[in-house]
């Protein structure tokens, strides 16, 4: 059922199996599962991530390489939905570990909002990161190309980016130091902007002028081109620099905020979770780019299983086999 202000009060009594913050490729695909164990499922979504950002899905196999990531969610949410899954549309703002159960406080509506609590025995955090990208005066200049043929993940499509004249758009010295080399794999004709945002030392300057890539430390104007596709970068002193392809690396912020006050186990911004998406917490679970691993839909949506199968299995055995009785 699609949950509104108008008839969520009907839930607020219940105590779903679990509750998945997040309905992209990953919270979609544990809902399902959940829901085809028979357990009950809340999917809360505040919408407008990564999966309904990429406009084109690479590397998942079964569906042509163009899909666009809103086609994947439309399916998924009529999938749950055919299996009886309540869906809302809200951004959870706090999980609180009652101790048997955990309370969830959602803001639902933008306007004259809302603040249910809804309460369940198990979390499966799905949240993701979203990318932070280059810092310009107009962002929609950014959001333009950003997504198209400015990618966010070499991962994803390197290999639409193979032998092309290449911007690579850094945060931080770090991020050259892990990304441009590896990056090198798809292609060698690698321009750096740094944005004017930090500095690049002396024994990096040298490797990157060994393997012939180039610098650019004057912070960028605009990027060009038109019809989401960009074709270089204005300068603020007016040089105009050609590209065929750009990669952005510049850091993500990563959708945990409502489990600040739960302590939990993390590298980097990323929750740690064994091999079935259980975190450091035994009823709270993490999938999809949120835990450490590949960040892919491929993944996300494996990682919905796993994670729903291994909730199944401990309800499944706190209430033991049911009996045949007339
Ligand atoms: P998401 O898909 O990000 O879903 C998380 C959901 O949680 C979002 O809907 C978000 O709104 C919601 N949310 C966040 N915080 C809250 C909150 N507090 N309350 C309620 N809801 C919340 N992968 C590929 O495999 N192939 C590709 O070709 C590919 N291309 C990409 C292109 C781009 C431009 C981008 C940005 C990513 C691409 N990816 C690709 C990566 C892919 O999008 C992610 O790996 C995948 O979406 C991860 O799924 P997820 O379910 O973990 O997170
Ligand atoms: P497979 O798909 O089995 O592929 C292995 C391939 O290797 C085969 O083509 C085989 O011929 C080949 N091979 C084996 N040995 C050799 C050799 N020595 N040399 C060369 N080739 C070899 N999963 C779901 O997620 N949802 C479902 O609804 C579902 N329904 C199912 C219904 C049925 C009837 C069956 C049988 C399975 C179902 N599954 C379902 C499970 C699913 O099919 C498997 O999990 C999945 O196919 C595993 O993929 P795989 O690549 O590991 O193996």
């Known amino acids: 059922m699609k949950l509104t202000k108008k008839n969520l009060e009907e839930r607020r009594d219940r105590v779903y199996d679990a509750i998945v913050i997040g309905g992209g490729a990953g919270g979609l695909s544990a809902g399902i599962y959940l829901q085809r164990y028979r357990l009950s499922s809340l999917i809360i979504d505040k919408g407008k991530a990564r999966s309904f950002w990429m406009q084109e899905l690479h590397n998942y196999l079964g569906l042509p390489p163009d899909t666009p990531g809103r086609v994947l969610l439309k399916r998924g949410e009529q999938h749950y939905e055919s299996v009886n899954g309540d869906m809302l549309n809200g951004y959870v703002e706090e999980?609180?570990?009652?101790?048997?159960?955990?309370?969830v406080r959602v803001k639902v509506g933008r306007q004259n909002s809302i603040y249910p609590i809804f309460r369940a025995k198990y979390i499966i955090a799905a949240s993701g990161i979203i990318d932070n990208l280059v810092?310009?005066?107009?962002?929609?200049?950014?959001?333009?190309?950003?997504?198209?043929?400015?990618?966010?993940?070499?991962?994803?499509?390197?290999y639409e980016m193979a032998d092309k004249q290449c911007g690579f758009f850094a945060g931080?010295?770090?991020?050259?130091?892990?990304?441009?080399?590896?990056?090198?794999?798809f292609t060698p004709y690698i321009t750096i902007f740094t944005?004017?945002?930090?500095?690049?030392?002396?024994?990096l300057r040298q490797k990157l002028r060994e393997h012939g890539y180039r610098l650019v430390e004057t912070p960028i104007k605009q990027f060009l081109?038109?019809?989401h596709q960009m074709t270089g970068v204005e300068l603020v002193d007016?040089?105009?620099?050609?590209l065929e392809t750009g990669l952005i690396s510049m850091g993500s912020t990563y959708h945990n905020t409502y489990l600040k006050n739960i302590p939990l186990e993390m590298k980097g911004g990323y929750l740690i979770t064994d091999k079935m998406?259980?975190?450091?917490?035994?009823?709270?679970f993490a999938i999809g780019d949120l835990k450490v691993g590949l960040n892919q839909v491929v993944v996300a949506a494996g990682d919905g299983a796993l994670a729903a199968t291994q909730i199944w299995r401990e309800i499944r055995h706190d209430r033991g086999p049911r009996r045949w009785e007339e």
């Open 172 to 185: 931080s010295e770090a991020s050259i130091e892990e990304m441009v080399f590896n990056l090198s794999w």
């Open 225 to 227: 081109g038109e019809n």
């Open 195 to 203: 944005h004017g945002l930090f500095e690049v030392s002396e024994p």
């Open 238 to 242: 007016g040089t105009e620099i050609g």
């Open 277 to 284: 998406g259980r975190t450091s917490h035994p009823r709270i």
């Open 95 to 103: 999980v609180v570990d009652e101790g048997e159960t955990f309370a």
């Open 135 to 158: 810092p310009l005066e107009d962002m929609r200049n950014v959001f333009e190309y950003a997504g198209y043929n400015l990618h966010v993940c070499m991962v994803c499509d390197g």
